[in-house]
């Protein structure tokens, strides 16, 4: 099976021990003068600072995190999900 192909096939929970290495590498990168952050995006526009990411079914990720400071959970395919790593300086 071609490597694209495969790719499809991955559960929610290989998909997070992946992005949890690339975030972990990233992060060694980092200032200490600065704060890494990890967000994604809501199709609402929102801006969702991401504090933690579990598995939930297959496929599928639940992501709990805050919304301008305001607590927030929500469940996304994780072939939809949009992440994107930021360090605020201190």
């Given at each position: 099976?071609?490597?694209?192909?495969?790719?499809?096939?991955?559960?929610?929970?290989?998909?997070?021990?992946?992005?949890?290495?690339?975030?972990?590498?990233?992060?060694?990168?980092?200032?200490?003068?600065?704060?890494?952050?990890?967000?994604?995006?809501?199709?609402?526009?929102?801006?969702?600072?991401?504090?933690?990411?579990g598995e939930d079914g297959h496929s599928s990720v639940v992501i709990e995190g805050a919304i301008d400071g305001a607590p927030c959970?929500?469940?996304?395919?994780?072939?939809?999900?949009?992440?994107?790593?930021?360090?605020?300086?201190?």
């Amino acid at each position: 099976m071609p490597k694209e192909r495969e790719h499809r096939f991955e559960s929610a929970g290989e998909f997070i021990r992946r992005l949890a290495h690339r975030v972990a590498k990233w992060r060694e990168g980092v200032a200490e003068d600065e704060v890494p952050v990890v967000l994604t995006f809501l199709p609402t526009g929102d801006v969702v600072e991401v504090l933690t990411i579990g598995e939930d079914g297959h496929s599928s990720v639940v992501i709990e995190g805050a919304i301008d400071g305001a607590p927030c959970m929500f469940i996304s395919h994780q072939a939809s999900l949009q992440v994107s790593f930021a360090t605020l300086g201190n």
